[in-house]
């Protein structure tokens, strides 16, 4: 079921990316706990440009950047464990293990400078990869992470936020994934995703999502002793505490007019913002 449900997203992405299909070089790489990791590699140049995906998503997410940012850079996508084409023998779908996956393929391409971006949950992911990849990180990229970091959850918000998705995980995601989009959103695109991300397998999913929401209690912790440059480019589907990213070296890019896949609702708008944010931290 899932394979099907992914042959539908894969060929929205067509669409995402202007009807042209990405083919990198593809591969496979240990994690650090043994777990396989698929990734692919296109263009090349410095800094490496390497996107992380969301929570119950994949790497044909980001279809929409990878052909373009190629042409002047390299660019590196993976699915992380449990998702996609990686494999699943995992049993804790931590924020840190996560990063594991994403130092794996950086460590086995030989990157030296990378940009890390990341979507969602990646955006965890990537503070934790870079916390592994100290000195070749050049600066992070979150799309629609964090609208503050002032007020972290508590255990009980995280609990009583993941306790429907145990009673009934798929109605309970595309419930959620139907709240991310705007009342004008593309109703078709929203059902695609709705449907691909309520497929993922619900073991990964609950586990990966207690661990993400959780980590905004770590994340000032991360940022602070990571003393990067951090750009967060987020939607104005809901205010953003501009001071509170601020405190932690970030600063601030917002889109208006769509909804938390900002990245595949609008690619070319997305696309200037990202070049920005990279030309940002470059400088």
């Given at each position: 079921?899932?394979?099907?449900?992914?042959?539908?997203?894969?060929t929205?992405t067509?669409i995402?990316?202007?009807?042209?299909?990405?083919?990198?070089?593809?591969?496979?790489?240990s994690?650090?706990?043994?777990?396989?990791i698929f990734?692919?590699?296109?263009g090349e140049?410095?800094?490496?440009?390497?996107?992380?995906?969301g929570?119950?998503?994949?790497?044909?997410y980001?279809v929409?950047?990878?052909l373009?940012f190629?042409?002047?850079?390299?660019?590196?996508?993976?699915?992380?464990?449990?998702h996609?084409?990686?494999?699943?023998?995992r049993?804790?779908?931590?924020?840190?293990?996560?990063g594991g996956?994403?130092?794996?393929?950086?460590?086995?391409?030989?990157?030296?400078k990378?940009i890390?971006?990341?979507?969602s949950?990646?955006?965890?992911?990537?503070?934790?990869?870079?916390?592994?990849?100290k000195?070749?990180?050049?600066?992070?990229?979150?799309?629609?992470t964090y609208?503050?970091l002032?007020?972290?959850?508590?255990?009980?918000?995280?609990?009583?936020?993941?306790?429907?998705f145990?009673?009934?995980?798929v109605?309970?995601?595309r419930?959620?994934?139907r709240?991310m989009?705007?009342?004008g959103s593309?109703k078709?695109?929203?059902?695609r995703?709705?449907?691909?991300?309520?497929?993922?397998p619900?073991?990964?999913?609950?586990?990966?999502l207690?661990?993400?929401?959780?980590y905004s209690?770590?994340?000032?912790t991360?940022l602070?002793?990571?003393?990067?440059d951090?750009?967060?480019i987020?939607?104005?589907d809901?205010p953003?505490?501009v001071e509170?990213?601020?405190?932690?070296g970030?600063?601030?890019i917002?889109?208006?007019?769509?909804?938390?896949?900002?990245m595949?609702e609008?690619?070319?708008r997305?696309?200037?913002?990202?070049?920005?944010?990279?030309?940002?931290?470059?400088k």
């Amino acid at each position: 079921m899932r394979t099907l449900i992914h042959l539908l997203i894969t060929t929205v992405t067509l669409i995402w990316s202007t009807n042209t299909v990405c083919q990198g070089q593809q591969a496979y790489v240990s994690s650090p706990d043994g777990v396989k990791i698929f990734y692919e590699v296109l263009g090349e140049g410095d800094p490496a440009l390497v996107f992380v995906h969301g929570w119950s998503c994949d790497r044909n997410y980001w279809v929409g950047q990878l052909l373009p940012f190629s042409a002047k850079l390299k660019v590196v996508a993976l699915d992380l464990a449990g998702h996609g084409e990686s494999g699943s023998e995992r049993h804790q779908y931590t924020m840190s293990a996560f990063g594991g996956d994403v130092e794996a393929v950086v460590n086995k391409l030989g990157l030296e400078k990378v940009i890390l971006v990341g979507h969602s949950m990646g955006g965890d992911v990537i503070a934790e990869a870079a916390r592994r990849l100290k000195g070749k990180v050049v600066g992070l990229i979150m799309v629609d992470t964090y609208k503050q970091l002032r007020t972290p959850r508590t255990p009980e918000q995280v609990e009583k936020f993941i306790t429907p998705f145990r009673e009934n995980f798929v109605v309970q995601t595309r419930s959620l994934v139907r709240e991310m989009f705007l009342p004008g959103s593309d109703k078709s695109l929203v059902e695609r995703i709705a449907l691909d991300m309520s497929a993922a397998p619900t073991d990964v999913a609950l586990s990966a999502l207690e661990y993400a929401f959780s980590y905004s209690r770590e994340m000032p912790t991360a940022l602070r002793e990571l003393k990067l440059d951090v750009i967060f480019i987020n939607p104005d589907d809901s205010p953003t505490d501009v001071e509170s990213l601020k405190q932690y070296g970030g600063e601030v890019i917002i889109m208006p007019g769509v909804g938390h896949f900002l990245m595949i609702e609008d690619v070319k708008r997305f696309n200037q913002l990202l070049t920005t944010a990279i030309e940002m931290l470059i400088k």
